[in-house]
């Protein structure tokens, strides 16, 4: 018996069913604190890297695979070609979460496979509040907006408090 996945992967995209609120709460506490134990393994002094890539690749796969259930493929995809584009958000983003966490934190002291788990993380975290705004807003163009305006506060932020 074939399995046929083209339909389960398009679900948000023909029937246009938003996820409920619920959804979106119980992702971003979920993804908050999976995220956070993430960012401790990853950083964490004491524990082995290979448990943060167990961790971190576990939880990654399975968010990755409930998005694209709820917003489909082409969001998704979209996601992680907006996220290579924006790196350095990625960089200001995991830099102010080490230095707000963590004493005497220095991004170039940990080799750069570390930062990787993290900073998928942060990429799925905001767009989830990205798909937050939208589903609350209901107008794409005005969600872009409100998005750009919130990333460029948050650029103006880490990078005066970088200085």
Do not use: C
């Amino acid at each position: 018996m074939a399995l046929n996945f083209k339909g389960a992967l398009k679900v948000a995209d023909t029937t246009n069913n938003r996820p409920h609120i619920v959804v979106y709460v119980f992702f971003l506490v979920h993804m908050f604190a999976f995220g956070g134990s993430g960012f401790y393994l990853a950083y964490g002094e004491d524990t082995p890297y290979i448990m943060t890539l167990m961790h971190g690749s576990i939880a990654i796969f399975v968010y990755i695979i409930f998005y694209i259930t709820l917003f489909g493929l082409d969001k998704v995809v979209w996601m992680f070609i907006n996220a290579i584009l924006g790196l350095a958000q990625t960089y200001f983003v995991i830099n102010f979460l080490g230095q707000f966490f963590v004493n005497n934190w220095d991004f170039y002291n940990y080799p750069f496979y570390r930062h990787i788990i993290p900073a998928i993380y942060i990429v799925l975290y905001l767009f989830l509040i990205r798909q937050l705004i939208y589903d609350i807003i209901k107008n794409e163009k005005i969600t872009n907006f409100i998005f750009i305006f919130i990333n460029i506060i948050m650029y103006l932020y880490f990078y005066i408090g970088s200085l």
